[in-house]
């Protein structure tokens, strides 16, 4: 993976190459810290050694005895699902993966019925074991099961903590399980076994991805110059302390779509708190040039854009033309259109002093996946050192959480209340 940084020296707002040696010593230290974290396996850090200590046999071995399924369904939500989405949709694979991760009663039932329920494998994925959406979605697809004489417990895998309701139950019908490992929260979990079941079940090679990982592992220095995660990080801190709150995610490949939804939570739930963080956006090139980028462009100066796009990847090409005025694009390919449209958008934004970073990976494979996953991790983790946020706490989502739990007579939370005290102003459409 390589980050270039070019076009954020002396945009607006920007930053100096004086600036950055100087953002450099705080780097250097910073990465102390994350080293540090790293060896005594700290809450958090510890998702940084994955590389290291995730293991691709336990979890291929775990998911063996589904054999040949058509489809694999992952009901979790946030960090329980988005990071083994992104992998499902950025590669191929002849066994479909689903996502319940909402509790949309709509999609849930169209999901149904459309599933081959007795060729799929249900993945029920959550680290506490606990969180309403993934349960409640769990009961209903188990229902359609018995509903439909698939037996649910020979087609259920399930991931989870060491204790919670999940964990009982796959104790209680001794389902096969995995463990999430100790120290690392769902957003940085991709790749352990959270992310990487799923991956299994589809057939990739999940030794590729968590070697790309070790490669974003061994390029992490002292130095944003020697280490792209550290140079992303840094620029997007310093960015955001200059008025860059909004960071759009912008990948010019359709397969790296819910990569940029799975970097929104990263960057979202590790950097919002305290009062400050930087908005993810999420974007797709070339599409959103023609909507989007007017505002990237002429709206506020208050944007980072993070290009993201593999060096490789299988083109097609476009057929010769004797159309008035369509003759250029005869005998080229669709790969070398958004090449060139991807040029001249962060062409068009430098133009116009507007700062972005360029990412750039091999190709749209396992391995780099690993290794983009992993980069975008640290540069999160290094970018909560120089902010000094605590990274891997979520209390706002917390505490969301208890005022659902408190309102659906799940217990006694007085996050509730909260429910009553709001105000309204409603302006009525009924005459
Ligand atoms: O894995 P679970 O415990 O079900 O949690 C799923 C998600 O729940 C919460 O919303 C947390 O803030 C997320 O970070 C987490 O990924």
Not at 88 to 117: G, I, K
Not at 227 to 232: F, G, I, K, R
Request: with cysteine.
């Amino acid at each position: 993976m390589d980050v270039d940084i070019g076009n954020v020296l002396g945009t607006s707002p920007g930053l100096t190459t004086e600036y950055l040696d100087r953002l450099d010593d705080r780097v250097t230290d910073a990465h102390g810290t994350i080293e540090d974290g790293m060896a005594t396996e700290e809450f958090g850090y510890a998702a940084l050694t994955l590389p290291e200590t995730a293991d691709p046999d336990t979890i291929r071995t775990t998911v063996s005895g589904f054999e040949d399924p058509e489809a694999v369904v992952t009901v979790g939500i946030g960090g329980s699902a988005l990071g083994a989405a992104t992998l499902a949709n950025a590669l191929e694979s002849d066994v479909d993966a689903y996502f319940l991760d909402n509790v949309d009663p709509d999609h849930t039932e169209r999901l149904l019925a459309e599933l081959p329920l007795a060729e799929t494998v249900v993945n029920v994925v959550s680290n506490s074991g606990t969180t309403a959406e993934t349960l409640a979605n769990f009961l209903v697809i188990r229902e359609a099961m018995d509903r439909n004489g698939v037996d649910w417990t020979e087609r259920t895998v399930v991931t989870t903590g060491p204790e919670g309701n999940l964990r009982r139950l796959a104790d209680r019908h001794d389902l096969p399980a995995l463990d999430v490992p100790a120290g690392v929260p769902g957003r940085f979990s991709v790749l352990s076994t959270v992310g990487l079941a799923v991956a299994a079940l589809q057939g990739h090679d999940v030794e590729a991805i968590i070697r790309g990982g070790a490669d974003g592992k061994a390029s992490l220095a002292g130095s944003l110059y020697d280490s792209p995660a550290y140079a992303y990080g840094a620029v997007a801190y310093a960015l955001a302390e200059r008025g860059a709150l909004t960071n759009v995610l912008l990948p010019y490949a359709e397969s790296l779509e819910t990569f940029a939804e799975w970097f929104a939570q990263l960057w979202a739930e590790s950097l919002g708190k305290d009062g400050v963080g930087q908005t993810p956006a999420r974007a797709l090139g070339a599409t959103d040039q023609h909507s989007q980028l007017q505002l990237y462009r002429a709206g506020p100066r208050d944007k980072l854009v993070t290009f993201v796009r593999p060096r490789e990847r299988a083109d097609v090409a476009i057929p010769e033309t004797d159309l008035e005025g369509l003759a250029y694009l005869g005998g080229g390919s669709l790969g070398g259109l958004l090449d060139a449209e991807f040029e001249a958008t962060e062409a068009s934004l430098a133009a116009a002093d507007r700062p972005t970073v360029r990412i750039e990976i091999d190709r749209v494979d396992e391995r780099a996946l690993g290794e983009l996953l992993y980069g975008m991790e640290a540069a999160c983790v290094l970018y909560g050192e120089l902010a000094s946020l605590e990274t891997f706490t979520q209390p706002a989502v917390e505490w969301g959480k208890r005022a659902a739990r408190g309102l659906l007579g799940g217990g006694d939370f007085p996050e509730a209340d909260a429910v009553s005290d709001k105000r309204e102003l409603v302006i009525s459409g009924d005459r």
